[in-house]
């Protein structure tokens, strides 16, 4: 069993596409027509033919409200890992990205979280390498 794709629900798919590629720096997959909506997936330019991210519309009363509850807590919906939350929190900030929570040390991580302008909040990991090789 493997994890190859995996979803987030977006407000607009073009801006998030527009956001996900040209801030994030994503590259794009797939981009298929569904009636008013599309296929619309992303991926890591670092790992190509890795997992793809589907930048889902919102339309569902369901989406609307449990990405709103997240937002409200400040739990983002979902995670990206990165090398140095540092050095990404600095380069997203550049492009002007707007961090919830600067870069933060949680002992066995450092995590920064950002708003990613479609509606949700999205959270970056460094996972020390000490605890990588203990767990």
């Not at 801030?23 to 890591?44: C, E, M, Q, Y």
Request: overall charge negative.
């Amino acid at each position: 069993m493997r994890i190859e794709l995996t979803s987030i629900f977006v407000d607009d798919q073009r801006a998030a596409l527009d956001f996900y590629t040209g801030v994030l720096g994503f590259t794009k997959r797939h981009d298929i027509p569904l009636g008013d909506n599309f296929w619309l997936t992303v991926a890591s330019p670092e790992v190509p033919d890795g997992p793809e991210l589907l930048l889902e519309p919102s339309d569902h009363p369901a989406a609307r409200a449990y990405r709103a509850a997240l937002v409200e807590d400040g739990i983002p919906l979902v995670q990206f890992a990165v090398d140095d939350v540092d050095a990404e929190h600095a380069r997203l900030t550049e492009r002007g990205v707007v961090f919830t929570q600067p870069p933060t040390d949680i002992g066995t991580a450092g995590v920064a979280v950002f708003d990613d302008t479609c509606g949700n909040l999205v959270q970056i990991v460094a996972v020390k390498p000490e605890t990588v090789a203990a767990g």
